[in-house]
């Protein structure tokens, strides 16, 4: 589903991230959405997204844990090309809730980002958020490791061996 460009100025940041299609279908709502993307917190309700075995179903949790922390960086680093080069969640409790994603993006490592930037042009941050059910647990932590790269890094050439001889 793609939202028409006249429609997509008109809404605020909170319902455009409502209304990207895989969080559409999976019902997610923005509870909290700082201007600066530096504090996040989105419910992915139970009803729409629960597992055979009636607990929330992993797959959705992972799917909206993925792009958060490449939106933070690209709010706050403006003018990169950024990216998740690597997801992971630790699944420590069943929930049969709705979760609640909650991401905060620490001053000390944008600062540490800043720096690798302007040092390097790129750098590749691991961020550590979670979800936690209706009672306040945790139930799974999210490490999330973004690629961010200045518009015009070029990856260094390697050469590939060719598998095939003649």
């Not at 989105?42 to 597992?51: D, G, K, V």
């Not at 709705?98 to 750098?123: C, N, S, T, Y």
Request: charged share 25%; proline share 7%; hydrophobic share 40%.
């Amino acid at each position: 589903m793609h939202i028409p460009e006249m429609l997509r100025r008109r809404l605020s940041p909170k319902r455009r991230l409502e209304w990207y299609p895989p969080f559409r279908s999976m019902r997610v709502r923005v509870l909290e959405l700082a201007e600066d993307w530096r504090q996040v917190r989105l419910l992915l309700p139970l009803a729409p997204n629960r597992n055979p075995g009636g607990g929330m179903f992993g797959g959705a949790m992972a799917c909206l844990a993925d792009p958060i922390a490449a939106l933070a960086c690209n709010a706050v680093f403006p003018g990169h090309k950024v990216w998740t080069r690597a997801l992971s969640l630790d699944f420590t409790r069943e929930s049969r809730t709705d979760m609640q994603l909650r991401f905060v993006f620490e001053p000390g490592m944008e600062d540490e980002i800043r720096d690798q930037l302007h040092e390097r042009g790129r750098a590749t941050p691991a961020f550590e958020y979670a979800f936690y059910d209706t009672h306040g647990q945790v139930c799974a932590t999210v490490r999330c490791r973004v690629a961010i790269r200045s518009a015009d890094y070029q990856p260094a050439v390697t050469k590939q061996r060719s598998s095939s001889k003649r």
